[in-house]
């Protein structure tokens, strides 16, 4: 069984102040509510949970009511780092869950398409995640004020969510971060970590992430062209 971990613990600061991005409206409804329903009607997936800030559990079951969600869902409070969240999630799946697709709710453009196609390579090899290749000039600089050196991008990505497991990889890496008390906060950072390989699935569409205000306008229009 294929199912969902959702992380929507974050706090946003980049938005600014008392600004809760996950709730934000986009073409017409809570960016957070266009994550959900990708994820909501996605063949793939059979069960959906929500890692949500503490005192959010109210907020998040009444965008499913309102919604009208309808596959089997749970809501769990996150840690206070990320992957101490997708940790919380990992331990609320069902125990026949076999592969896990962990995603940023901030990304609601997020395809069934790539959806199907990072749980087909971790069903292959234990680990994939959602990439693309770097294509601007990257500069590498200590203090971030003057340039040390050029890296070569033909061998950078860009990787994004969804990042998809076999869930007793995923567990086994997580597990082995939180014992040598390292942080990542990228979940196949952890998969290196204990030398589990992890499969690059190359995106074709746009799947961006809402970060700071001037994302909005690109995301509104990716979702109304969605929904033509």
């Given at each position: 069984m294929n199912a969902a971990i959702l992380v929507a613990a974050g706090k946003g600061s980049r938005m600014g102040p008392k600004t809760d991005k996950l709730f934000l409206e986009v073409a017409g409804r809570p960016v957070v509510a266009h994550t959900w329903r990708r994820f909501d009607d996605a063949r793939c997936i059979a069960e959906i949970i929500l890692v949500v800030r503490k005192g959010m559990r109210r907020a998040f079951e009444d965008l499913a009511a309102k919604f009208k969600f309808k596959k089997p869902f749970r809501i769990v409070v996150g840690g206070a780092e990320r992957q101490d969240s997708v940790?919380?999630?990992?331990?609320?799946?069902?125990?026949?869950?076999?592969?896990?697709?962990?995603?940023?709710?901030?990304?609601?453009?997020?395809?069934?398409?790539?959806?199907?196609?990072?749980?087909?390579?971790?069903?292959?090899?234990?680990?994939?995640?959602?990439?693309?290749?770097?294509?601007?000039?990257?500069?590498?600089?200590?203090?971030?004020?003057?340039?040390?050196?050029?890296?070569?991008?033909?061998?950078?990505?860009?990787?994004?969510?969804?990042?998809?497991?076999?869930?007793?990889?995923?567990?086994?890496?997580?597990?082995?971060?939180?014992?040598?008390?390292?942080?990542?906060?990228?979940?196949?950072?952890?998969?290196?970590?204990?030398?589990?390989?992890?499969r690059l699935v190359s995106m074709l569409a746009p799947n961006p992430k809402v970060t700071v205000p001037g994302d909005l306008p690109f995301i509104e229009s990716l979702l109304r062209k969605g929904a033509t």
């Open positions: 940790w919380n999630g990992l331990e609320a799946l069902s125990a026949t869950a076999e592969i896990v697709a962990i995603h940023d709710a901030a990304r609601p453009c997020t395809s069934e398409e790539l959806i199907e196609a990072t749980i087909k390579r971790a069903a292959e090899t234990g680990a994939a995640v959602a990439a693309r290749p770097v294509t601007d000039t990257i500069k590498q600089s200590a203090d971030g004020k003057f340039v040390q050196r050029t890296l070569d991008r033909s061998h950078l990505w860009s990787v994004q969510t969804p990042q998809t497991f076999r869930v007793e990889v995923i567990r086994r890496a997580l597990a082995e971060a939180r014992r040598c008390k390292l942080r990542f906060t990228d979940d196949t950072a952890a998969c290196e970590l204990i030398g589990q390989s992890v």
